[in-house]
């Protein structure tokens, strides 16, 4: 079974800062790999698929990146609506299904 | 535009049943695969199931195989989740959501219902 972790588990940042988010699964996995922003009592946004596409509508301050075991989603500079908790998910072929990391929590420093 | 509506939830006794319903709009639903995801209060996300967009392939979470069965009525534009021998930790937010592309699921899910509460206590 693959197991995705993310980190830092919270990240404090001002606004007009750059975010790093990383998710690294437990053994090397297709770049099936999405990105997803929840906000709180709304549901989760795609924000990123295939590890690096932006998804429709989404803004060019947000990006993805990586392969293998190791992915990264960049918020180039935040925006006050950007503080969120940010999720990675990935498809898995054997078993057919769908990992969710634990989440990451961009909140206002 | 894309619309998924979700309803069914509610309070439920523990190893009672309960089903699911969500309802599409705003494109065509025969031909999305479509997933059940949930989250339990205050935690992350769970994905629970996905059904081919002719509902012939069915995948599923190992915490709900067994007890719970993705189905969809194309005709009616419907996705469904019957839940049996419902558990206290199957109390969460229950959300559906469409697969980013057509026929062949991706897994990535671009649209997303306001999801409907199950609660299961005595």
């Known amino acids: 079974e693959i197991v995705l972790t993310q980190s830092p588990a919270t990240l404090s940042l001002s606004p007009g800062e750059r975010a790093t988010l990383s998710c690294r699964a437990s053994q090397s996995v297709s770049s099936y790999l999405a990105w997803y922003q929840q906000k709180p009592g709304q549901a989760p946004r795609l924000l990123i698929y295939d590890a690096s596409n932006r998804a429709t509508g989404i803004p060019a301050r947000f990006s993805g990146s990586g392969s293998g075991t190791d992915f990264t989603l960049t918020i180039s500079s935040l925006e006050p609506e950007d503080f969120a908790v940010y999720y990675c998910q990935l498809r898995t072929n054997w078993p057919r299904g769908v990992t969710f990391g634990p989440g990451t929590k961009v909140d206002i420093k | 535009q894309v619309q998924l509506v979700e309803s069914g939830g509610g309070v439920v006794q523990p190893e009672r049943s309960l089903r699911l319903s969500c309802v599409a709009s705003?494109?065509?639903?025969?031909?999305?695969?479509m997933h059940w995801v949930r989250q339990a209060p205050g935690k992350g996300l769970e994905w629970l199931a996905v059904i081919s967009y002719d509902g012939i392939n069915k995948y599923y979470a190992d915490s709900v195989k067994g007890r719970f069965t993705i189905s969809r009525d194309n005709s009616k534009n419907t996705l469904y989740l019957q839940m049996n021998s419902l558990r206290a930790e199957d109390t969460s937010l229950y959300y559906c959501?469409?697969?980013?592309?057509?026929?062949?699921?991706?897994?990535?899910?671009?649209?997303w219902g306001q999801g409907t509460l199950v609660t299961v206590s005595s």
């Open positions: 705003g494109f065509t639903f025969s031909t999305y695969p």
């Open positions: 959501a469409r697969d980013l592309t057509e026929y062949s699921a991706y897994d990535q899910m671009k649209y």
